[in-house]
């Protein structure tokens, strides 16, 4: 050191969860007197990209009142799409024009026409049919509509998009809810 004197230790940050600490015990009250370190958040009123390459650091964004910015993935937002499906028995119906990898199931309401409905299948592509309601004597025991949620995207490549499989028995019709192509 050119001045020769000699430098002091920094000031030291003790771990811990009291007050006067930056740790904080799980399950405890906010205090007047905590300390920390608040999160620094930077305001963007209009999103745009931030970093040209995944896997940079990228700031938390805010809009002008403080709230923080999230984007849900466009294809598993429900659009208010529906596509009804008919009560002809061993039906299969595409849900969607063309049907496509991507597309989004959220709901199925079934509305059984006698106490004895068909069952109800989905298919993603040309897999294999998923009993969602087995239908059948007893399946039901009043002729009030009845919805399952599902939220499902479907991953079938080959002969893509969601279908919707009405069993033998018939005497039950629906729609569906999400968003197809």
């Not at 069952?119 to 294999?128: E, L, Q, R, V």
Request: net charge negative.
């Amino acid at each position: 050191m050119a001045s020769g004197r000699r430098r002091t230790a920094p000031t030291c940050l003790t771990p811990g969860t009291a007050a006067t600490n930056l740790g904080k015990a799980i399950d405890t009250a906010v205090g007047a007197t905590d300390t920390g370190v608040g999160t620094l958040a930077k305001r963007v009123d209009t999103l745009a990209t931030i970093t040209p390459a995944a896997a940079d650091w990228a700031p938390i964004q805010v809009d002008s009142q403080g709230a923080q910015w999230v984007r849900l993935v466009d294809t598993q937002v429900e659009t208010g799409k529906y596509e009804a499906f008919p009560n002809t028995a061993s039906t299969t119906t595409m849900l969607g024009a063309t049907g496509a990898v991507g597309d989004f199931l959220s709901t199925v309401t079934i509305v059984p026409e006698t106490l004895n409905p068909g069952s109800i299948s989905i298919k993603d592509g040309n897999g294999t049919a998923i009993v969602i309601f087995v239908g059948g004597t007893g399946s039901v025991l009043s002729l009030v509509p009845f919805t399952i949620n599902l939220g499902y995207t479907a991953v079938n490549a080959t002969s893509p998009g969601w279908q919707i499989v009405t069993g033998s028995g018939g005497n039950v019709h629906g729609v569906c809810g999400g968003n197809f192509t």
